[in-house]
């Protein structure tokens, strides 16, 4: 018997997959969300839902509500796109659209799956007259801006009792494993411009001080934990004259390690490198905190419930054109690639050695569930939500296998057929768990009973200091 959940979802298939298109062919970087963002906005108040715009005073964050009383169950959405990667969609080869922002990283696919879950939760509630409240939660600026961050630490999910989300990828499985916590700051140089070759003794270059600190960081990489990564991109090489002392430059780091107190400590080891190199170039330094976010706590009763809903939601068979396009895509990947797919399924929370992929290029089956205490070697800001409320994430197939994330692969498929398919399953998979934390009180009272036993022993600290307002910068990592 078809779940009234696949029905809803089934019957309204349509809409969810134009508003995906919209999102994808209006791809804005973080905290510029502002088509994509009032676009959802409007979608979720035409569904019925009550639209809070402006949630944590973010121009670009919104939080939909529909019912009243407990359980609350929340969606996380999230609409962001990566700067330079405009690519035309249901290509083979690099095709850029001339926009410099593309779907990179398939939020397009993401936001709407997450809505279109709420929907489906939403329905169910309608139908059979239940008490409880939905929320969706649009989020914004993930790439590089850690939005949700910023929200927890102005209280915007303040009341909710569970939460779900879920990303595109070439897997369907948990997301089960921990993450990185990250920082992400500006350091800024200011010296005196001069005549490169007239009176360089009277200059003092930033952009020595810049890539002296860089030399210095590089050398600091052998002195921390194997675990952290250092990246880092210079913003402002000071101009594109060589005959000019450059009197201004600027290099953005993000720091990530398992722990956010790793990531503290090494932030103010990276801080007296920079330091030291003001010093040697005698000009004057600038740092400013730009964001961070904290590593993902799984809740595993939640997310042995989500899993059981995945199965339940089960998975189409790829046709023949999805896995033709699938292989021009997969002929496109370097040796390197091709040889480590199986290293990105796993760190999405896929459990196996692949043998079921054998002669295939994409995924026809969900992958079994096992708790892991591994660390994805990324950072969400997910993680945050992690901390205030019991949270719990699934990945659905939505790309050929081997398909990195944040790459012109991922975005060509953004919106393909099979794409599509899978933002469903995983729609249906978080609406089916919604209905079991609002119908099923043990279940809940579970889930509850596991995040209490955690924050007895964790209090949280957001990572973002009270002060660090949100900035908006077209670069970002995740």
Known sequence: MTSPVKT???ENRQTFEKISEYIYHHPETRFEEYDSAEFLAVECEKAGFQVERNAGNIETAFVASYGSGSPVIGFLGEFDALS???QEPGKSSP????KNAGHGCGHNLL???AFAAACAAKNYLEENNLPGTIKFFGCPGKEGGSGKTFMVREGVF???DAALTWHPSPANSIMSLSSLANYQVFFRFKGLSSHAANSPHLGRSALDAVELMNIGVNYLREHVIPEARIHYAVTNTGGISPNVVQADAEVLYLIRSPKVKQVDDIYKRVCKIAEGAALMTETELTIEFDKACSNYIPNRSLERILHESLLEAGIEKPDEQEEA???QLWDTLSEGEKESYIDI???????????EFAGKYLADTISPYEPSGGVLSGSTDVSDVSWVIPTAQLTASTSALGTPLHTWQMTAQGISSYA??????????MALTAIRMLTEKEELEKVLQEFALFRDGNPYTCPIPEGVNLSKLSEGSS
Do not use: Q, W
């Open 420 to 429: 599509h398919k899978g933002m469903m399953r995983a729609a249906e998979a």
């Open 8 to 10: 809803y979802l089934s």
């Open 325 to 327: 396009y699938a292989k």
């Open 345 to 355: 399924l796993k760190g999405f929370g896929y459990i196996g050695d692949g043998s």
């Open 84 to 86: 330079g990667l405009g």
């Open 111 to 113: 936001g709407t799956g």
């Open 158 to 160: 303040d009341g909710v």
């Open 95 to 98: 095709e850029p659209t001339g």
